[in-house]
């Protein structure tokens, strides 16, 4: 059983920051990377960023210099940190981690239940 736990989700002001946080825990053998995605109202779930077990990140293109992940390989933990917020921003955030889990024999796609990002005045 595998569970990804997000926190951080608040209603801020245009121009505000805020940092996501998301653990994984359960039977992890190995993670390979993490990452977030969004699913704004009427739109489709994109990419917001990811980051591999090694560092190496990849963010969406209308985030780039806003926000940054990290990740704590020895918590299973992933952070967003959102900075310069806009109310396009405004979102569902979801965790996502590509994990090998005890008795599987590939790895596979975890998600969180999501947390809820508003940017509004």
């Known amino acids: 059983q595998v569970q990804l736990l997000e926190s951080g989700g608040d209603l801020v002001q245009p121009g505000g920051s805020l940092r996501l946080s998301c653990a994984a825990s359960?039977?992890?053998?190995?993670?390979?990377?993490m990452g977030w995605y969004r699913r704004a109202p009427g739109k489709q779930r994109e990419l917001v960023g990811s980051?591999?077990?090694?560092?190496?990140?990849n963010y969406a293109n209308s985030v780039k210099g806003r926000f940054t992940i990290s990740i704590d390989n020895a918590k299973n933990t992933v952070y967003l940190q959102m900075n310069s917020l806009k109310p396009e921003d405004t979102a569902v955030y979801y965790c996502?981690?590509?994990?090998?889990?005890?008795?599987?024999?590939?790895?596979?796609?975890?998600w969180g239940q999501g947390t809820q990002v508003t940017v509004s005045s």
């Open positions: 980051i591999t077990r090694g560092g190496t990140t």
């Open positions: 359960g039977s992890i053998l190995s993670i390979a990377a």
């Open positions: 996502n981690s590509r994990l090998l889990s005890v008795g599987s024999a590939s790895y596979s796609d975890y």
